[in-house]
């Protein structure tokens, strides 16, 4: 099942791609705007993006822990820093969205303790209530969905404690986007809808 790649920049680095020669980045909103493009981060981006085109294609073969791979070698890194230490939010959102689709992948496998191990570290990317963290919580919730289906005969109390911790966290993940969408201007200052909005747009693959 293919995804789309959830995360801001990344329609930076496709607008940016388009361009017709000889100027690479003509047309690219960033240029165009006078904002520096950041070659490392522009670097990281492209990685992630092949990154999931890779699960993508090893995913529809069926190999699902072949389809893992890739992404846990894009979240060990290397990862661009801000400074010395921090990561930038384009970075983040990467990470948070990758972890969730790594959560997904793991628990298909039936590996529900590192599915929500996953989900912990995309997290720990996502601490505002954005797309990002509301998306981790719906994968959450159902990887727990697919834990309690795996228990339902053989311990079926567990499978209905995990049941009712697993709508706990789809009704936050609902919670987190009801925000998101509350707090999301309607039109720009010149009465045009806005290009970009709290929740980050997704780049289809």
Known sequence: MKRGLLFAGVLLLAACSKSEPPSPLANCPAVDAGLPVDPILLAFLSRARSAHHLADDLESGGDLKASAEPLERLVLGPLPHVGSRELGPEVHEVLADTFARLADLHSRQG????????????????????????????????????????????DPTAAAAIRKRAIGLLEQAMAVQSGVIERAPTSAPNGETPTSTPTPAASAR
């Open 111 to 154: 590996l529900f303790e590192r599915a929500l191990d996953d989900v912990q570290q995309g997290l720990s990317h996502a601490r505002e209530p954005n797309y990002f963290r509301g998306h981790l919580l719906e994968t959450e919730g159902l990887v727990e969905e697919r834990h309690a289906k795996a228990l339902e005969k053989s």
